[in-house]
């Protein structure tokens, strides 16, 4: 089988990471006999460096024409300037709400080796195996009016969170879909108790859990969401929420599997049922202070191309073979310097991903 697949390194350890997860698709391709043609764009810091804008049309263009985007991270103190009139999260945003990837899944899972990797006590974090299903093209980053201006009292701003019924309804479709092919249970989580966005939001949760009687829903306010997955991590099955409580929620819970760099993520233009668009990316940021050290742990990207093939390309048994690799490869002892405890061996980028390569290849 052959599949068009768009590659935008990014900014910091993008590239880095990206390269590891490429050659991992290359062994997949080579050993379940598919053509992966890559075509490589620019996103981020190193695009507006390029042309003056952090996501240019020809890009775009490109991503539309393909059948699924792995992408690497953006940003970085070079680009920083708070009143700077293009930034390279403009390109991220502007790539999602291009390509309708309106549902983020970030899956987290604790591995039995890596229990003791994390800062919190191994009872807690055992068996913990969660989905956070993100709204991601709404809410407060893309809301109009967004501004600042300057009044005689001092200065003014305004972000707008701005939800329409249908943009709640297809993710929480998402959710329940999700959550019925899981251990069908769906945490909605919310602000009902302040925000009127939030009060839709529950109205219309509890509007559509009549046509999923097999899903239990639960209704929680985000900060004692933001508890309860410190305190009881693994009572969670599937959370679908709002953008910004989904960004904050999923880099707290990625502290649940010791590190940033062990959590894959995926962008999709729809329910994931058959092939669906989508773009994949480590949750991570492009960490510049790591950057051409061959520090980074690339295992997050690696993943996402797995998550890449299940989700958009229906290679089940491809994914699986990645994911197979890569427990292989962690049950030996190998470790990046994010995931290192004592007595393991320490690798860098390259060495990891060499080594996932190798047995996909056996």
């Given at each position: 089988?052959?599949?068009?697949?768009?590659?935008?390194p990014?900014?910091?350890?993008?590239?880095?990471?990206?390269?590891e997860?490429v050659?991992?698709?290359?062994?997949?391709?080579?050993?379940?006999?598919?053509?992966?043609?890559?075509?490589?764009?620019?996103?981020?810091g190193?695009?507006?460096d390029?042309?003056?804008?952090?996501?240019?049309?020809e890009t775009?263009?490109?991503?539309?024409?393909?059948?699924?985007?792995?992408?690497?991270?953006?940003?970085?103190?070079?680009w920083?300037?708070?009143?700077?009139?293009?930034?390279?999260?403009?390109?991220?945003l502007?790539?999602?709400?291009?390509?309708?990837?309106?549902?983020?899944?970030?899956?987290?899972?604790v591995?039995?080796?890596?229990v003791?990797?994390?800062?919190?006590?191994?009872?807690?974090?055992?068996g913990v195996?969660?989905?956070?299903?993100?709204?991601?093209?709404?809410?407060?980053?893309?809301?109009?009016?967004?501004?600042?201006?300057?009044?005689?009292?001092g200065?003014?701003?305004?972000d707008?969170?701005?939800?329409?019924?249908?943009e709640?309804?297809?993710?929480?479709?998402?959710?329940?879909?999700l959550?019925?092919?899981?251990?069908k249970?769906?945490?909605?989580?919310?602000?009902?108790?302040?925000?009127e966005?939030?009060?839709?939001?529950?109205?219309?949760a509890?509007?559509?859990?009549t046509?999923?009687?097999?899903?239990?829903?639960?209704?929680?306010?985000?900060?004692?969401?933001?508890?309860?997955?410190?305190?009881?991590?693994?009572?969670?099955d599937?959370?679908?929420?709002?953008n910004?409580?989904?960004?904050?929620?999923?880099?707290?819970?990625?502290?649940?599997?010791?590190?940033?760099?062990?959590?894959?993520?995926a962008?999709?233009?729809?329910?994931p049922?058959?092939?669906?668009?989508?773009?994949?990316?480590p949750?991570?940021?492009?960490?510049?202070?790591?950057?051409?050290?061959?520090?980074?742990?690339?295992?997050?990207?690696?993943?996402?191309?797995?998550?890449?093939?299940?989700y958009?390309?229906?290679?089940?048994?491809?994914?699986q073979?990645?994911?197979?690799a890569?427990l292989?490869?962690?049950e030996?002892g190998?470790?990046?310097?994010?995931?290192?405890?004592?007595?393991?061996i320490?690798?860098?980028?390259?060495?990891?991903?060499e080594l996932?390569?190798?047995?996909?290849?056996?």
């Amino acid at each position: 089988m052959e599949f068009d697949i768009a590659v935008l390194p990014g900014d910091g350890i993008g590239p880095e990471v990206t390269t590891e997860a490429v050659k991992v698709l290359q062994a997949v391709g080579e050993r379940f006999g598919h053509r992966f043609d890559l075509h490589k764009g620019l996103l981020g810091g190193c695009a507006i460096d390029a042309s003056g804008t952090a996501l240019s049309q020809e890009t775009l263009d490109m991503c539309k024409q393909c059948d699924a985007v792995l992408l690497g991270a953006v940003g970085g103190p070079k680009w920083d300037d708070p009143q700077a009139k293009v930034r390279p999260e403009d390109g991220l945003l502007g790539l999602r709400k291009g390509l309708g990837l309106f549902a983020n899944l970030r899956p987290v899972k604790v591995l039995p080796m890596l229990v003791d990797s994390t800062s919190l006590k191994p009872e807690v974090i055992k068996g913990v195996d969660l989905l956070v299903v993100r709204e991601l093209t709404g809410g407060l980053y893309f809301g109009q009016p967004k501004e600042q201006w300057q009044t005689p009292q001092g200065r003014q701003v305004v972000d707008t969170l701005a939800y329409s019924e249908a943009e709640i309804q297809r993710i929480l479709r998402v959710g329940f879909e999700l959550a019925r092919a899981r251990r069908k249970k769906l945490t909605s989580v919310d602000k009902a108790n302040v925000l009127e966005s939030s009060r839709l939001w529950r109205q219309i949760a509890t509007e559509m859990s009549t046509d999923y009687p097999d899903v239990e829903l639960q209704h929680m306010l985000v900060d004692a969401c933001a508890m309860r997955l410190i305190q009881r991590p693994a009572e969670f099955d599937v959370l679908v929420t709002e953008n910004m409580f989904g960004d904050i929620l999923t880099d707290e819970a990625s502290m649940l599997a010791g590190s940033m760099g062990m959590l894959p993520s995926a962008s999709l233009a729809g329910i994931p049922n058959g092939r669906t668009f989508g773009m994949y990316e480590p949750i991570h940021g492009s960490a510049p202070s790591r950057a051409g050290q061959n520090l980074a742990n690339p295992i997050a990207t690696i993943l996402s191309v797995a998550m890449m093939l299940r989700y958009s390309f229906e290679l089940e048994a491809e994914a699986q073979a990645i994911e197979n690799a890569f427990l292989a490869t962690l049950e030996q002892g190998y470790r990046t310097y994010d995931i290192m405890s004592e007595g393991k061996i320490k690798l860098g980028t390259k060495e990891m991903g060499e080594l996932i390569v190798q047995r996909i290849k056996s």
